[in-house]
C-alpha cells in the first residue's frame, strides 16, 4: 500500500478520478479513498471485483466515490475520452501467475507467449491513452521473466507498447521485490542451474504530453 499511496500523492490531488483497470485485491482502491480521490474499479475477474466491494466496506470522512465494473482493460467504452486524471494499475507478468486458472479466457494472465502478450498490452495501452487528461500520469507496474532459463525484458517490451501508442516516459522507479512466490524453490533452482533470481520490478511513469 506504501507504493501506491506515495504514486497517489505525487500524482493527484484530491478529488481527481483515477482509474485502476486491474483492480486486483483492491488495494488501489482503499488508498484512494482514504485520500479522498474518485476513482473507477476494473477487472475481468468477478471474484476481484468481489474483493475490491468488501476491502472498501469502512467509512471515511469525505466525498470520495468508488466505481466498480467488470471489463476488460481492452475495451473501456464506459469511460469517456480524457475523463481520468491519474491511472495506476499493476498488469500480471504473462502467465507467471494465473489469475483465474484458465477459465476466464480473457485474462491476460493466461498468455504465455511473450510476444502474444504484449500486444494485448498494447490495446490496454491505446485505451488508457485515450481515457487520461492530456497533461496526467499513467504508472505501471511489471516485471521481467525467464523462458528456458533465459532471460526476457517483459517490463521493456511493455514500457515499448506504452510509447508507441503515444505516451512518454517520465520516471523508471526500480522496485525491489520481497516475498517472491516460490523463493525458496527457486534458490535452490537458481544454483543448480546457475542463473540470477530477478528481484526487482519496474515502476514506469508515463506522461500524456499536451499537444497544441
Same mark, same amino acid.
Given at each position: 500500500?506504501? =507504493?501506491? /499511496?506515495?504514486?497517489?500523492?505525487?500524482?493527484?490531488?484530491?478529488?481527481?478520478?483515477?482509474?485502476?483497470?486491474?483492480?486486483?485485491?483492491?488495494?488501489?482502491?482503499?488508498?484512494?479513498?482514504?485520500?479522498? /480521490?474518485?476513482?473507477?474499479?476494473?477487472?475481468?475477474?468477478?471474484?476481484?471485483?468481489?474483493?475490491?466491494?468488501?476491502?472498501?466496506?469502512?467509512? =471515511?470522512?469525505?466525498?470520495?466515490?468508488?466505481?466498480?465494473?467488470?471489463? @476488460?482493460? /481492452?475495451? &473501456?467504452? %464506459?469511460?469517456? @475520452?480524457?475523463?481520468? @486524471?491519474?491511472? !495506476?494499475?499493476?498488469?500480471?507478468?504473462?502467465? $507467471? #501467475?494465473?489469475?483465474?486458472?484458465g477459465k476466464i479466457k480473457t485474462d491476460l494472465s493466461n498468455i504465455h507467449d511473450i510476444e502474444n502478450f504484449v500486444e494485448e498490452i498494447?490495446? =490496454?495501452?491505446?485505451?488508457?491513452?485515450?481515457?487520461?487528461?492530456?497533461?496526467? %500520469?499513467?504508472? $505501471? !507496474? &511489471?516485471?521481467?521473466? /525467464?523462458?528456458?532459463? &533465459?532471460?526476457?525484458? !517483459?517490463?521493456?517490451?511493455? &514500457?515499448?507498447?506504452? $510509447?508507441? =501508442?503515444?505516451?512518454?516516459?517520465?520516471?523508471? #522507479?526500480?522496485?525491489?521485490?520481497?516475498?517472491?512466490?516460490?523463493?525458496?524453490?527457486?534458490?535452490?533452482?537458481?544454483k543448480e542451474a546457475n542463473f540470477l533470481l530477478i528481484m526487482h520490478e519496474h515502476l514506469f511513469i508515463f506522461l500524456?504530453?499536451?499537444?497544441?
Amino acid at each position: 500500500p506504501e =507504493v501506491v /499511496r506515495n504514486l497517489i500523492l505525487r500524482y493527484s490531488k484530491e478529488k481527481d478520478h483515477l482509474l485502476d483497470c486491474m483492480i486486483g485485491g483492491g488495494t488501489t482502491a482503499i488508498e484512494a479513498k482514504i485520500l479522498n /480521490r474518485h476513482i473507477t474499479c476494473i477487472d475481468v475477474n468477478e471474484e476481484a471485483l468481489e474483493r475490491t466491494k468488501k476491502s472498501l466496506n469502512f467509512e =471515511v470522512k469525505n466525498q470520495s466515490k468508488q466505481r466498480i465494473q467488470k471489463c @476488460d482493460a /481492452r475495451d &473501456m467504452s %464506459f469511460i469517456k @475520452d480524457g475523463e481520468i @486524471d491519474f491511472i !495506476l494499475t499493476h498488469p500480471p507478468y504473462a502467465d $507467471i #501467475i494465473k489469475y483465474s486458472d484458465g477459465k476466464i479466457k480473457t485474462d491476460l494472465s493466461n498468455i504465455h507467449d511473450i510476444e502474444n502478450f504484449v500486444e494485448e498490452i498494447e490495446k =490496454v495501452a491505446k485505451e488508457l491513452y485515450r481515457v487520461l487528461k492530456p497533461g496526467k %500520469f499513467c504508472a $505501471i !507496474l &511489471m516485471g521481467d521473466t /525467464r523462458r528456458n532459463k &533465459m532471460y526476457q525484458p !517483459l517490463a521493456f517490451k511493455v &514500457m515499448e507498447r506504452f $510509447i508507441k =501508442v503515444g505516451f512518454t516516459l517520465k520516471e523508471d #522507479i526500480i522496485k525491489r521485490q520481497f516475498n517472491c512466490k516460490a523463493t525458496g524453490f527457486w534458490v535452490t533452482k537458481s544454483k543448480e542451474a546457475n542463473f540470477l533470481l530477478i528481484m526487482h520490478e519496474h515502476l514506469f511513469i508515463f506522461l500524456k504530453i499536451i499537444l497544441y
